[in-house]
Structure formats: C-alpha cells, structure tokens
T-cell receptor, first 113, second 114 residues
Framework: ETGVTQSPTHLIKTRGQQVTLRCSSQ?????VSWYQQALGQGPQFIFQ???????GRGNFPPRFSGLQFPNYSSELNVNALELDDSALYLC????????????FGSGTRLTVV | DQQVKQNSPSLSVQEGRISILNCDYT??????FLWYKKYPAEGPTFLIS?????DKNEDGRFTVFLNKSAKHLSLHIVPSQPGDSAVYFC?????????????FGTGTRLTIIP
C-alpha cells in the first residue's frame, strides 16, 4: 500500500508567479485535502476534493485553486504568489468525504522571494 | 481567531516519566478530536482520537482525555520514550455532512531527555 506522495519537495518562486503542487493519494483513497502550514503555526485547511469536486473550502482567496483527477491525484495551484504564501503545503488523502483516516504526505516547502 | 489552542510551545520530559500535552478549544460545535505527531521533514501522523461522546480513549502508551465542560483535552504518554520526541498537534472537527475539515492547534514540541 503506497502512501501519499507530494512533488516537488522544495520550491522557490518569485512574488507574482504561479505555482502548481502535486499530490498522489494513497491507494484506495478518493478524497484529498490540502493544508498550509506557515512557520510556527498549525496546518490550516485550504480545501478538499471528493470525487473530483471541491467538497469544502477554508478561508483562502480564489487565487488558491485545485483539481482532482479520475485517479484521485490532485493539484494545488496558487496564482499571483505573495511573500506570505511561503509555507509547507500538506496534502492528505482519506477514504470517503470528511476527515476520517487522513494520511498526510511529507509536504512541499514553498518559498516565495 | 484561534479555535484550537496549544499554549505550551515546548515541553521537556525525562525518559520513563509521563508526558502531558494540553489543548483547549473554543468552538462548542467540535465533536471529534485528534492528536497528530510530526517529525521534521515528514507529514503529520495520526496518533489517537476521541469522540465528544467519550471522556477517555486509550491506545497502548497513549491516552486522550476530554473535558467538554472545560473545552479541554489532554494527551498522556506513559512511559515516555526518546522516539516520542516530536511536535504534537491537537486537531478538532465538527460534523458537516462529509465536508468536515480539521482545525489544528499550533503544536507542542516534546523533547524526551534520556
């Protein structure tokens, strides 16, 4: 059983650029959630995808968008990057909607300069 | 507005003793609580959870206590081992017809001293 894999592991972008982060969910899981963890903070919910549809969204602006594919993998896209977007982005997959049985990936460390 | 609070950023405990990590919450709609453990360069790993209909849940060395009237939960680790050194996050959720999200605290860094 493979776990959740995220790519890339580290990324440096310039303010104003766009970035795409990728996540492969654990085998058998059909729900993917994305979280942002700023330095010294706990993870904050960005949004969740269930069966390719957005299934809940946190308090993040529309320039944060996502996709889920038929194989349940997912992308997080961030447009017009700001310095405050620098954070660890965590993907978590689970079976069914909701948060039960989350498996987290190791995250993508995004630095915006 | 921090709905889940972990007021101790760090805690040091002697190996073999009990580690007690605390968490407070403000949202009375939360009905499910979880603890996650995080090592550097890894994602959070689920440790133990408790539903609001219980006041205690035990799994091996880990026990979570929930005091709903005080909106407080705690994680007890006994005996503490060096491998328990990590950042521990408390998280909470409210039932929302399958749209639940986790609200995390800011974490407590636990260091077990050999």
């Amino acid at each position: 059983e493979t776990g959740v894999t995220q790519s890339p592991t580290h990324l440096i972008k310039t303010r104003g650029q766009q970035v795409t982060l990728r996540c492969s969910s654990q085998s058998g899981h059909n729900t993917v959630s994305w979280y942002q963890q700023a330095l010294g903070q706990g993870p904050q919910f960005i949004f969740q995808y269930y069966r390719e549809e957005e299934n809940g969204r946190g308090n993040f602006p529309p320039r944060f968008s996502g996709l889920q594919f038929p194989n349940y993998s997912s992308e997080l896209n961030v447009n017009a990057l700001e310095l405050d977007d620098s954070a660890l982005y965590l993907c978590a997959s689970s079976r069914g909607g909701g948060n039960y049985g989350y498996t987290f990936g190791s995250g993508t460390r995004l630095t915006v300069v | 507005d921090q709905q889940v609070k972990q007021n101790s950023p760090s805690l040091s405990v002697q190996e073999g003793r009990i580690s007690i990590l605390n968490c407070d919450y403000t949202n009375s709609m939360f009905d499910y609580f979880l603890w996650y453990k995080k090592y550097p360069a890894e994602g959070p790993t689920f440790l133990i959870s408790i539903s609001s209909i219980k006041d205690k849940n035990e799994d091996g060395r880990f026990t979570v206590f929930l005091n709903k009237s005080a909106k407080h939960l705690s994680l007890h680790i006994v005996p503490s081992q060096p491998g328990d050194s990590a950042v521990y996050f408390c998280a909470a959720s409210a039932y929302n017809f399958g749209n639940e999200k986790l609200t995390f605290g800011t974490g407590t860094r636990l260091t077990i001293i050999p």
